[in-house]
Each structure stands twice: as C-alpha cells, then as structure tokens.
Nanobody
C-alpha cells in the first residue's frame, strides 16, 4: 500500500554535508511518524532520528546538533540533513514510515541508500 523511495546518498568528505530524501507514495496514512535508521555490515540497524506526525523531532545522541529531520507533508517526504560528517557516518541509511492505531502498528521501509564519508 505504501512505497518509500530514498535518494541523496553518495560520497562526501569528512566534515561535509549531505541531505537524504525519503518520498512516500500509495495509500499513505494521514497520521504517520517517519524515521531514519542506519546500518553497517555486522552491526544492528541503528536509530538515527524520527519526526512525528505533528512535526516533533527526536535524535540519537550520536547525531544531536549535527543532523536534522524536517518533513514536508504536502510532498509526503522526509529529509535527513547531515552536517559535520564523521567517518562513522558511513552506512546504509533507511527510512521508515510508521502508522499506529489502538489495534495494530504498520510500518514501511525504504530500500536504503548508501552514504560514504571519506577523507
């Protein structure tokens, strides 16, 4: 019912900036929270940031002050603005849309986009 398409990944130098985009389509629930996670080989998928349906963001301690997660509800799109990139930024980044009710929780994942930070 819902499809998520991520874009914006690529190669960036340490200290640089990059913005990822996650665009949703299909039967999108009007009330939804959006998330960004990242994962490297051999490691668990790690929470990065989330923004609620009401526009309230929360960030992992590791990215506070450097990343922001705005959303554009008119475009059904969430972004991850990354600044002051560190080597540990390198990962596959995934977005997730989540819709919760009193009866169940629905979640949809994007395909992931590679971000590589290098000197």
């Amino acid at each position: 019912q819902v499809q998520l398409v991520e874009s914006g990944g690529g190669l960036v130098q340490y200290g640089g900036s990059l913005t990822l985009s996650c665009s949703a389509s299909g039967s999108i629930p009007k009330i939804n929270d959006m998330y960004w996670y990242r994962q490297v080989p051999g490691k668990r998928r790690e929470f990065v940031a989330t923004i609620t349906a009401g526009g309230n963001p929360h960030y992992a301690d590791s990215v506070k002050g450097r990343f922001t997660i705005p959303r554009d509800n008119a475009k059904n799109t969430a972004y991850l603005q990354m600044n002051s990139l560190k080597p540990e930024t390198t990962a596959v980044y995934y977005c997730k849309l989540e819709h919760s009710t009193t009866f169940n929780r629905q979640e949809y994942w994007g395909q992931g986009t590679q971000v590589t930070a290098s000197s």
